[in-house]
């Protein structure tokens, strides 16, 4: 049996294109952990069920989306097939076969299943090409707005605003902004949530030159819904610092109307001060501008810890 499966800590982008990918290729769409309060209310807005938990890649033909750092995916990802990955981020992983590789520098993983679609070519990649139904136009979409910020994050391209509009028309969506801004206050939601919730809501572990490095995000509207728990926040990262074995552990405040992140840096504080050219004033700093994690925070980790 295939299973198309996102990453750990699941965003809307890794679930919904998990969903739309799996009915193209008759599988079965997976999660390997939670669904934020922003996912819940793109998958109740469009009436599809949430995807089932596997806690094992044992006995499964997998596909990844949105992901391929071996950090992020299902622990046992050895012990079943991996069939292919479809992604917008670096290359993460090696394979000792050939397998099905799709990665396109666009602002989400459902802007490249979506351009799958219109293209009408998902028969080359093992799908069927059948019509591409209101409902999973609409999970699209949304992920395409989630990842890209309402098309305010540096990740966003030409490609996935027209892909957008196209995904608009067919989800029966009048206004794309006033919809946008609906996912945006359901993705900055988390005013009641706990701190621990709140860590582990869009959190990634990379590993660079034998490096652990740890870093989460959140996306507000409202930055003071989660100001008031920065406190109780730096200590949960403290404590997985010293219990993890990280080297640095970073967490992104963006604030999605001021177009910029506080960033709480627990670790090795100098090296991060060094690489963005900062100073942490009670292990905080804001970086004007700074909203894509994938763009403009990891790749200069990388960079330096390669060296």
């Keep these: 049996?295939?299973?198309?499966?996102?990453?750990k800590n699941p965003d809307t982008d890794s679930i919904c294109s998990a969903i739309v990918l799996a009915h193209f290729l008759n599988g079965v769409p997976a999660k390997l952990g939670n669904i934020n309060p922003e996912t819940e209310y793109v998958l109740k807005k469009f009436g599809v069920m949430e995807p089932e938990t596997i806690k094992s890649a044992k006995g499964k033909e997998i596909i990844l989306v949105d992901h391929s750092e071996k950090s992020q995916t299902i622990d046992d990802l050895e012990e079943g097939k991996l069939i292919g990955i479809i992604d917008h981020h670096k290359i993460g992983i090696s394979t000792s076969e050939p397998i099905l590789y799709i990665s396109k520098s666009l602002g989400s993983t459902a802007s490249i299943?979506?351009?799958?679609?219109?293209?009408?070519?998902?028969?080359?990649?093992?799908?069927?090409?059948?019509?591409?139904?209101?409902?999973?136009?609409?999970?699209?979409?949304?992920?395409?707005?989630?990842?890209?910020?309402?098309?305010?994050?540096?990740?966003?391209?030409?490609?996935?605003?027209?892909?957008?509009?196209?995904?608009?028309?067919?989800?029966?969506?009048?206004?794309?902004?006033?919809?946008?801004?609906?996912?945006?206050?359901?993705?900055?939601?988390?005013g009641n949530m706990a701190p621990e919730e709140i860590v582990s809501i869009d959190y990634k572990d990379f590993e660079f030159n034998s490096h652990k490095i740890g870093?989460?995000?959140?996306?507000?509207?409202?930055?003071?819904?989660?100001?008031?728990?920065?406190?109780?926040?730096?200590?949960?990262?403290?404590?997985?610092?010293?219990?993890?074995?990280?080297?640095?552990?970073?967490?992104l405040?963006?604030?999605?109307?001021k177009e910029g992140s506080e960033v709480l840096v627990v670790g090795d504080k100098e090296t991060f001060e060094k690489i963005y050219g900062v100073k942490l004033e009670n292990d905080t700093v804001f970086l004007e501008g700074v909203m894509s994690r994938k763009k403009q925070v990891v790749p200069p980790l990388e960079q330096y810890y390669s060296k």
């Excluded at 200590?235 to 990280?246: A, D, P, S, V």
């Excluded at 405040?253 to 109307?257: R, V």
């Design 1 to 7: 049996m295939l299973y198309v499966v996102g990453h």
């Design 113 to 190: 299943i979506a351009e799958l679609c219109f293209k009408n070519i998902m028969d080359y990649i093992g799908g069927e090409n059948k019509e591409l139904k209101p409902d999973l136009a609409g999970l699209l979409l949304s992920a395409i707005i989630s990842d890209t910020i309402l098309f305010k994050s540096p990740t966003t391209t030409e490609l996935d605003k027209i892909l957008a509009e196209k995904l608009c028309k067919i989800a029966n969506i009048n206004n794309l902004e006033e919809f946008g801004m609906e996912i945006l206050k359901a993705k900055s939601s988390v």
């Design 215 to 251: 870093i989460g995000q959140v996306e507000v509207i409202d930055v003071k819904e989660v100001e008031k728990k920065k406190d109780d926040i730096l200590k949960i990262l403290n404590e997985k610092l010293e219990k993890e074995g990280y080297e640095l552990l970073l967490f």
């Design 253 to 257: 405040i963006t604030d999605i109307m």
